[in-house]
């Protein structure tokens, strides 16, 4: 097991240098920061249309932790899944999902990608192998293990990978997941997302092991622990994880140090944690670093990402347009044809239809 | 028509349905142990390990990974050894099974099958349960539960082929009932009752091992030249009722028979139903068969005063006939 200790969480003030070196072309650097900066700008325009009452229910940004989702999906091919939690955004966007359909899921829309059915805890799209973000804590590990076993059946060489947090290496569906996978040596990448808090409970106040990679130790399983806010750590690690997984080697458990900037969801009042911290940690934004990278290592321009912050706070104006703009879905979704891909008629019918 | 169990209907259709290279079963015990019921018995030695998988006693992992498999294709068979244990996975089931079609806008389906089986024989409190009600309460499942071998074979057929999630209960109890079963390929369709006996003075509605009970009962019945209609549910979501109210529109009086709790149980939705739609036609109270509320107790005496006999189906009969 590889332990990397410098993953980030330093509180001397200056923004910690990305490791450079990546042997990745401009073109893909900048695009890395284009993903990241949507997915900032995106989520910031959904507090906004949260706070104007446009979106319901429960709101979870994953401000502050996009490196780990840009990062980590840079390894996969597009025949490769991936299957997320409740803070789903981020891994979406980097997936490519469409943010027209996104923001439209959220505004309840019928164009959304999950057709307003769904909404911000259940983004997904199944021609992007998006299988989608669950809501249960920890219980989408088993239906990850599940596509990697269905991959392994069909003799295809695609891997799965399943983001989940700290919080939920605590259950019993985590311990399944890892046995089985390990057990049957299937390519699933479990990529913890550790931003030090089980919704509002520290880490060290919800886990007996505070490093989250060594519970693998359990099942024999390959592990490492990595600073998730530097985004090509984040992309070396999984490209190694995928690797593994593909050769057949079996399932590989990547620890993401990270850091969640804003509460667990928008009503969180943060009682649990200090505005210093939360500043502390601010130093780290994975954003800023990697933006540092372009501009120390010559690699673009200020100008230049000044103009891609200008496009994609265009786009996110226009998902706010087309989602506004966009019909509700209609009273078919709750007919039994909504619920079942082949409804059965009965007689009497259920609620008369 | 040849004449088999009900373990063997429920063996030639697992067989058909392994001719299928999407098909697989996974679950505790089906291979090397041998099949705690018989059922998937030689199966590890014809089929291989790949698509006879011996699982770990994980039920949430079992049943949330035939959900994933079947989400990109396969179509698994999860077998749950005894629905006790499914508790364990009413999280996989209900929010996962259950939900992945309408939660994400239709653009998925969860064509699994989970087996598993109620029953009882002095295994006391956690081991002689039926969930029959959990099951059928959730939108997004279909739940089957037949009582003969013709029916095992045909719906099992049907589950497996159904592009949605099925629950397929069976009965410890039934694994030796016999009865005839073609050797042509056949499925029975989910979702339509059946009439299982014709009489003009009282519906029975039931399903699963209370049918043969019921008939038990009816026979004995008939020595008193009373005709008892009895009415085979055979899928318990969604419910047909139309057999049911048909029967019960000629007869004007109806028990309803089900082994489980009756407080909000399974016959207080039949009952519902049957007053809801045939209410003019009512001559009697309904009467309902249950379990006595109470976990199930180990003594024999005790148990056998808490479970349904055909001296009960009797008694609510005569009762309702009164």
């Not at chain 1, 200090?274 to 100008?303: F, H, M, V």
């Not at chain 2, 996974?26 to 698509?51: M, N």
């Not at chain 2, 989970?114 to 969930?131: D, P, V």
């Not at chain 2, 739940?143 to 074979?153: G, L, R, S």
Request: charged letters at 25%; a negative charge.
């Amino acid at each position: 097991m590889a332990h990397h200790d410098d993953h980030g969480h330093n509180s001397s003030g200056a923004l910690p240098a990305l490791s450079s070196n990546s042997g990745l072309d401009a073109a893909t650097l900048i695009d890395y920061y284009r993903q990241m900066t949507l997915i900032r700008r995106f989520e910031e325009k959904c507090q906004e249309m949260y706070t104007k009452a446009r979106i319901g229910g429960f709101l979870h940004l994953y401000i502050g932790e996009e490196a780990t989702a840009v990062g980590a999906i840079s390894a996969l091919r597009p025949d490769d899944h991936i299957f997320t939690h409740y803070r789903d955004h981020g891994h979406a966007i980097a997936r490519g999902l469409d943010i027209n359909a996104l923001m439209a899921e959220l505004f309840g829309k019928v164009t959304g990608c999950s057709k307003g059915l769904g909404g911000s805890m259940h983004f997904a799209d199944v021609r992007k192998n998006f299988w989608g973000g669950y809501a249960i804590v920890g219980s989408h590990l088993p239906l990850a293990v599940g596509v990697a076993l269905g991959m392994k059946m069909q003799h295809r060489d695609s891997v799965v990978m399943v983001f989940f947090g700290d919080g939920a290496t605590n259950g019993g569906e985590f311990y399944e997941s890892l046995n089985f996978a390990q057990l049957w040596k299937l390519p699933v990448i479990f990529v913890c997302e550790n931003n030090l808090y089980a919704m509002g409970t520290p880490l060290e106040v919800h886990s007996s092991v505070t490093e989250i990679y060594r519970k693998a130790c359990a099942f024999d399983m390959k592990a490492e622990r990595v600073d998730g806010n530097d985004v090509l750590v984040m992309r070396e690690a999984a490209l190694r994880a995928v690797e593994h997984a593909r050769s057949g080697k079996g399932p590989v458990l990547l620890e993401a140090m990270t850091y969640r900037f804003r509460g667990h969801s928008a009503q969180d009042t943060q009682k649990y944690r200090s505005k210093e911290d939360i500043e502390r940690y601010r130093r780290n934004d994975p954003i800023a670093r990697l933006r540092a990278l372009l501009l120390n290592e010559g690699i673009a321009t200020e100008q230049q990402l000044r103009d891609i912050d200008r496009i994609i706070d265009d786009q996110v104006e226009a998902s706010v347009r087309f989602a506004d703009e966009s019909p509700e879905p209609g009273r078919e979704w709750i007919m039994q044809a909504g619920v079942y891909a082949a409804p059965i008629a009965v007689d009497p019918p259920i609620h008369g239809e | 028509m040849p004449i088999m169990t009900v373990r063997e209907a429920l063996r030639q259709a697992l067989h058909e349905a392994m001719q299928d290279e999407r098909v697989f079963i996974i679950g505790e015990d089906i291979g090397h142990y041998g099949s705690t019921y018989g059922v998937t018995a030689g199966f590890l030695e014809q089929y291989g390990p790949e698509r006879i998988r011996d699982a770990p006693i994980a039920e949430s992992g079992i049943v949330g990974i035939a959900i994933g498999a079947a989400m990109v294709g396969m179509r698994p068979i999860a077998e749950i050894m005894s629905v006790n244990f499914s508790l364990l996975a009413f999280d996989m089931l209900f929010n996962h099974a259950a939900k992945i079609y309408a939660m994400f806008g239709g653009q998925m389906t969860v064509p699994m099958v989970l087996r598993t089986t109620n029953g009882w024989t002095q295994l006391s409190a956690t081991h002689s349960q039926s969930f029959d009600v959990y099951f059928a309460h959730m939108p997004g499942l279909k739940v089957v539960a037949p009582a003969t071998p013709y029916d095992m074979k045909g719906m099992l057929k049907a589950a497996i082929e159904d592009p949605d999630p099925v629950v397929f209960i069976e009965h410890t109890l039934m694994y030796t009932v016999k009865g005839e079963v073609p050797e042509e390929r056949y499925t029975v369709p989910l979702g339509k009752a059946r009439l299982a006996r014709e009489g003009r003075d009282i519906t029975v509605v039931t399903y699963s091992r209370m049918v043969h009970l019921s008939q038990q009962a009816a026979n004995i019945l008939a020595r008193d030249g009373i005709e008892v209609e009895i009415v085979d549910l055979r899928t318990l979501r969604p419910l047909d009722m139309s057999v049911a109210l048909e029967s019960f529109k000629k007869t004007n009086r109806a028990v309803v028979v089900t082994e489980d709790w009756q407080s909000f149980g399974t016959s207080a939705e039949i009952a519902a139903r049957l007053y809801e739609y045939g209410f003019d036609y009512l001559d009697a109270p309904i009467a309902r068969v249950n379990f006595r509320e109470v976990p199930m107790p180990y003594s024999k005496n005790l148990e056998l005063q808490t479970v349904v006999t055909v001296d009960r189906i009797v008694e609510a009969i005569r009762k309702t006939l009164s």
